[in-house]
């Protein structure tokens, strides 16, 4: 397992199309996050999953914003009707559930034109 | 809830020489504290964390930081950086009854010049 995976590493899509990010994270690992980071800023917490149930949603998540990881693997983040707000890198992390590291992917920048 | 203060955006130090990046925190609960790195279009990298136990945490790279719980602090140094050290750097934590999720600062750019 080379870590945590996601696709696609760079998205560029007009304003009001939705779009989808996948994070594929390490095996075994329990806990699922995704963060987002604009530029020159610290990531933000979104929203984690232990296994499939999706625990804790960040005030950030507006109803445009929807995550899911249906077997408790892998996960999807989808934006629809994008803006130019939501331009950003999304990252990805995973950790065990008795581990307090997470680990992170190299994250999907997105940019709204 | 927690939240975290890189004092410095950005550090510009000279090779071979130490460097400090400070980082302040603030939190109602026990916390978990990190420092991980960034590269260029890159995810984060754990550099160091301190859980419990003893306030002097040695990490990857040389790294090294320092738990000050009465100053609530978490300062990162290093003796002698290298170019390669030039990234951005994000001191985290996380409330340790809280899912393993991160507060981040807003990062400190160390700049490593020859």
């Known amino acids: 397992d080379t870590g945590v995976s996601q696709n696609p590493r760079h998205k560029i899509t007009k304003r009001g199309q939705n779009v989808t990010f996948r994070c594929d994270p390490i095996?075994?690992?329990?806990?699922l996050y995704w963060y987002r980071q604009t530029l020159g800023q610290g990531p933000e917490f979104l929203t984690y999953f232990q296994n499939e149930a999706q625990l804790e949603k960040s005030r950030l998540l507006s109803d445009r914003f929807s995550a899911e990881r249906p077997k408790g693997s892998f996960s999807t983040l989808e934006i629809q009707r994008t803006e130019q707000g939501d331009s950003a890198m999304y990252l990805c992390?995973?950790?065990?559930?008795?581990?307090?590291?997470?680990?992170f992917g190299q994250g999907t920048r997105l940019t709204v034109v | 809830a927690q939240s975290v203060t890189q004092l410095d955006s950005q550090v510009p130090v000279f090779e071979e020489a130490p460097v400090e990046l400070r980082c302040n925190y603030s939190?109602?609960?026990?916390?978990?504290l990190f420092w991980y790195v960034q590269y260029p279009n890159q995810g984060l990298q754990l550099l160091l964390k301190y859980l419990s136990g003893s306030t002097l945490v040695k990490g990857i790279n040389g790294f090294e930081a320092e738990f000050n719980k009465s100053q609530t602090s978490f300062h990162l140094r290093k003796p002698s950086v290298h170019i390669s050290d030039t990234a951005e750097y994000f001191c985290?934590?996380?409330?340790?009854?809280?899912?393993?999720?991160?507060?981040f600062g807003g990062g400190t750019r160390l700049m490593v010049k020859p």
């Open positions: 095996s075994e690992h329990n806990r």
């Open positions: 939190s109602s609960v026990s916390v978990y």
């Open positions: 992390a995973s950790s065990l559930l008795s581990n307090t590291e997470a680990f």
């Open positions: 985290a934590v996380s409330a340790n009854n809280a899912g393993n999720m991160l507060t």
